[in-house]
């Protein structure tokens, strides 16, 4: 079988960022028996929500999301930039939808499409068919309806 390659349709920040969050997520499943959905982790720090003894992981994922930011600053010169407009009542808008569907779907895009398909759930595949429809649908109103 041969390696995976990066070619232009798929450059290798692209490559290694996927390989990072498969990693990331395979570690947080074997040390914690946790699926690494960030939404529930970030629940998860909430006091009262669960223990102090599962804690950790979600502060390392978020504390990690922030670090690989500033990684790729000091190796490249440059921090990463936003590519969403900066409209901040349509950003708080979108993050209220997005908070509802994690809410709705049981969990959000990392969890179930990254932990969940990788699992064979067929509860995450349903989620991420939902999830694919739903941003293409969007897309296709905000750009040729608004």
């Known amino acids: 079988m041969g390696s995976i390659v990066a070619t232009e349709a798929m450059p290798r920040p692209l490559l290694t ?3 990072l969050i498969g ?4 570690m947080v499943m074997g040390l914690f028996g946790k699926i690494a959905g ?3 982790g970030l629940v998860g720090l909430l006091p009262g929500v669960d223990g102090p003894e599962n804690r950790f992981w ?3 994922f978020l504390v990690g999301s922030i670090a690989g930011s500033v990684a790729v600053g000091l190796v490249t010169g440059s921090l990463p930039t936003q590519s969403a407009p ?10 209220l939808l997005a908070g ?4 709705f779907g049981s969990g959000c895009t990392s969890g179930h499409g990254v932990c969940g398909l990788a699992r064979l759930s067929p509860r995450s ?7 694919a ?6 897309t296709t109103i905000a750009r040729h309806v608004f």
């Open 17 to 19: 960022g996927g390989a």
């Open 125 to 131: 595949l349903a989620a991420g068919t939902t999830f």
């Open 86 to 95: 900066a409209n901040l009542a349509g950003m708080a808008i979108a993050g």
């Open 23 to 26: 990693s990331s997520a395979v």
């Open 133 to 138: 429809a739903a941003a293409v649908l969007t």
């Open 100 to 103: 509802a569907g994690t809410a």
């Open 58 to 60: 979600p502060l390392a």
């Open 38 to 40: 960030i939404a529930r």
